[in-house]
C-alpha cells in the first residue's frame, strides 16, 4: 500500500497564514518530485508548487513570493507554507508525488485526497 494524506487545511481571514502537510507512507523506495495542486470552485485544478527530491523548486506566478514549498526526505513528508492568503486562494489543496515503490521496483504517480482552504472574512 501506497498512500498520501493532506493535512493542515481550514478557514482564516485574508492576510492570515496556514502550513499544509502532505504524508507518503506504505511500500516506499524512494520520490521523485512532489507537488502541490488546488482547485477552487468551478474551477479546473491547476499547478501551485513543485520541488524535487533535491529542493528545487518551482511556483506559479500567483503565489510566488507568498507560498514555499519544502519536505523532509527522511519522513517522506512534503509542506506548503501560506502567507498572505487572499480569498482567491480558496479551494481544495491536493498532494502530488511520483514514487518508486520498494516492492515490485516500479514508479507510480499518486494523489492525496485533498485538505479545504477557505479565506474569508
Known amino acids: 500500500q501506497v498512500q498520501l494524506v493532506e493535512s493542515g487545511g481550514g478557514l482564516v481571514q485574508p492576510g492570515g497564514s496556514l502550513r499544509l502537510s502532505c504524508a507518503a507512507s506504505?511500500?516506499?523506495?524512494?520520490?521523485?518530485?512532489m507537488g502541490w495542486y488546488r482547485q477552487g470552485p468551478g474551477k479546473q485544478r491547476e499547478f501551485v508548487a513543485s520541488?524535487?527530491?533535491?529542493?528545487?523548486?518551482t511556483y506559479a506566478g500567483s503565489v510566488k513570493g507568498r507560498f514555499t514549498i519544502s519536505r523532509d526526505n527522511a519522513k517522506n513528508t512534503m509542506y506548503l507554507q501560506m502567507n498572505s492568503l487572499k480569498p482567491e486562494d480558496t479551494a481544495v489543496y491536493s498532494c502530488n508525488a511520483d514514487i518508486n515503490r520498494q516492492d515490485w521496483g516500479g514508479t507510480l504517480n499518486y494523489w492525496g485526497q485533498g485538505t479545504q482552504v477557505t479565506v474569508s472574512s
Open positions: 520541488i524535487t527530491s533535491r529542493g528545487a523548486t
Open positions: 506504505g511500500s516506499i523506495l524512494s520520490i521523485n518530485a
